[in-house]
């Protein structure tokens, strides 16, 4: 039986590298004549450089600039062969272990990022959008930029495909998971509302509220947006790789309504789908009822704090969790004679 293992990162604990090979030992334990294809994918959010130098040949160059709330960070600068080059906002805009203060966190650090690379002779330059501190909806990089050379192609490959406001926006979608009150979600609401209506972008555009709205200023720099998980995905094979497969398997920290729209557990079920193969879900933690997950294409989630007993306890060992979690799953989709799976 062939398994292909694509997750995302799970946040604080594992990159998405370390996630796929926890979960390749887990179930190898239990299927060991079963062939496990690792893909560690990225959304757009954190990581999204990192797995693309695993697959893309290219020089990587740091650059210094600021972080959300000025402070001296380094970021990184991906370039491949042909002109383009990738960043990743989560480096310079992320909370990077500072207490969160929602309304201050700015973007203007990655307006830095940006110049770099255009100075390195970029012509193409994707952003990675997506595991920002910030809800300034892009303002603070735009008004640092100014303006991208006509002659330098801007690309925002958002995590997810949120409007910029609204309940599934920058500010009441995200906001409270960036350390705003509902008083402030309201403030940042209402500076993203007159934003949008300053400067007549379209804040209703698919990826606009990425990155607290970040996908909403780079667009006012003439960037098109794609979908980040898309992105990656097709770089590294994944349909491929999934034609080839019997099953997949996905997963990130947290399972909730955000996954579901455009990152990578819901790219991953979306291209299974297309295949005909199962999807699992393996999570940190899960709040997605069985019919939005069925809806989505994927057959099963299960969660490494359900197991553990608490989220607590999972975390203080995430890879061992999350091993033993894959080793319980493959007893009952593996075919292999080990498993002694039931599934067809």
Do not use: N
């Amino acid at each position: 039986m062939r398994v292909v293992v694509a997750p995302d990162k799970f946040s604080g604990t594992l990159t998405a590298a370390e996630a796929a090979s926890a979960i390749r030992s887990g179930w190898l334990r239990a299927a060991p004549d079963d062939t496990v294809d690792l893909v560690p994918l990225a959304d757009g959010g954190a990581g999204f450089v990192d797995v693309l130098a695993a697959d893309l040949p290219g020089t990587m160059t740091t650059v210094a600039t600021t972080g959300p709330w000025g402070d001296p960070v380094v970021a990184e600068i991906l370039r491949v062969e042909g002109g383009t080059a990738y960043v990743e906002s989560a480096q310079c805009c992320g909370a990077a272990g500072h207490p969160l203060r929602p309304w201050e966190a700015s973007t203007a650090g990655l307006a830095t990022v940006i110049d770099a690379a255009v100075a390195a002779g970029a012509r193409r330059i994707v952003v990675g959008v997506g595991g920002t501190s910030t809800t300034d909806g892009g303002r603070g990089c735009v008004e640092a930029l100014g303006a991208v050379p006509p002659q330098v192609q801007l690309v925002a490959a958002t995590d997810v495909a949120s409007p910029l406001l609204g309940p599934a926006g920058a500010a009441r979608g995200f906001g409270p998971q960036k350390g705003a009150d509902d008083a402030m979600v309201e403030r940042m609401e209402e500076r993203l509302r007159i934003w949008a209506a300053d400067s007549a972008g379209d804040p209703e555009a698919p990826g606009a509220g990425a990155g607290g709205g970040l996908g909403f200023g780079l667009s006012l720099l003439g960037a098109a947006r794609v979908s980040g998980a898309g992105l990656v995905a097709d770089i590294v094979g994944l349909s491929d790789r999934i034609a080839e497969a019997d099953v997949v398997v996905t997963g990130e920290g947290s399972v909730d309504w955000s996954s579901l729209r455009g990152k990578v557990v819901a790219e991953v079920a979306r291209r299974a789908v297309e295949h005909g193969r199962p999807c699992i879900v393996l999570a940190g933690q899960a709040s997605v009822g069985s019919r939005e997950a069925a809806a989505a294409g994927i057959d099963e989630v299960h969660s490494v704090a359900g197991g553990a007993g608490s989220a607590a306890a999972s975390l203080a060992d995430p890879v061992g969790h999350l091993s033993r979690l894959a080793e319980r799953v493959a007893r009952q989709w593996s075919r292999g004679p080990a498993a002694g799976g039931v599934r067809p």
